[in-house]
């Protein structure tokens, strides 16, 4: 198991947005009893950005982005029962939590499942976070449900139509909704999604500038779909010259190995500030 590095310094900083508490002891925290021969699993209800574990007597990872596991090193011959071995601190987009690692030689008593309850988070400004993945995912879902405003923005590709339905602009980030149609009775088996920023006319003689951008969120994660397919992602807010052109390209699994791209002008992006109002209104 992949050790998770202590991010004190990142973490304190984090931690003194939050309110004021009252000061607390392990002996108040919630504890969770471990084994070495045991895999205890965290889980939160939003993604976890940092992960703080006080002492190097557990080790952990985060195999998901809302899921931690944890063990003990070492066992009953170095530790008693009743021992605290660590002090493990989740800080989530909106909350933090705490707990006390208390070691048990009986496996029967370790915990194997946590849910980070309601009463076990203590709510913050996480100064990272402008916008929670959970906001993401409501306003995602209002615009995927929306009519389309834009209607000469697609491509066509293997009997198929990718069309751009809207951009819209909160925050400090695009929500871009696109969509396909099938004419096939061939079902698309979605290998990739990728977005990309590259030059809009490629020339031989000089060497394409290609830049791969991660979405911020992705609301539809189906790896498949037959006549019909809707998306809406999240980007960071960019700009981007009039010769480089923002790319959406969906790519099929093999062996057809089938893609289309959609290519977005920046002068397209330009029309997502004139959506917020609207959007923030629907919501």
């Not at 189906?222 to 390209?249: A, H, W």
């Amino acid at each position: 198991m992949k050790s998770i590095k202590s991010l004190g310094a990142l973490l304190l900083g984090a931690l003194s947005a939050a309110p004021a508490m009252a000061q607390q002891t392990y002996e108040e925290m919630e504890q969770l009893t471990v084994n070495e021969q045991v895999t205890t699993v965290i889980t939160a209800s939003e993604p976890v950005r940092f992960v703080d574990i006080s002492t190097d007597k557990v080790v952990g990872d985060q195999p998901i982005n809302n899921t931690i596991r944890l063990k003990p090193k070492e066992g009953a011959d170095v530790h008693a029962d009743g021992d605290v071995l660590a002090i493990v601190t989740i800080v989530t987009e909106r909350y933090r939590s705490q707990y006390a690692l208390i070691y048990t030689t009986r496996l029967q008593e370790a915990v194997t499942d946590k849910q980070i309850l309601p009463e076990e988070r203590i709510a913050y400004n996480n100064p990272s976070v402008s916008m929670s993945t959970e906001e993401m995912a409501k306003y995602a879902r209002s615009i995927w449900n929306s009519a389309a405003r834009i209607r000469n923005v697609s491509t066509k590709q293997h009997r198929m139509t990718m069309r751009l339905n809207n951009i819209y602009s909160v925050g400090e980030y695009f929500f871009i909704d696109f969509s396909i149609e099938n004419r096939t009775n061939i079902r698309f088996d979605i290998d990739e999604l990728r977005v990309k920023l590259s030059d809009k006319k490629q020339s031989k003689a000089t060497n394409a500038q290609m830049i791969e951008l991660t979405p911020a969120f992705v609301l539809d994660q189906s790896q498949t779909f037959k006549y019909g397919y809707r998306n809406v992602i999240v980007l960071k807010k960019m700009t981007f010259p009039n010769d480089k052109v923002l790319s959406i390209e969906l790519s099929e699994k093999q062996i057809s190995g089938r893609a289309i791209t959609l290519n977005i002008d920046y002068e397209d992006v330009l029309y997502a500030d004139s959506f917020n109002a609207l959007l923030l209104k629907e919501e």
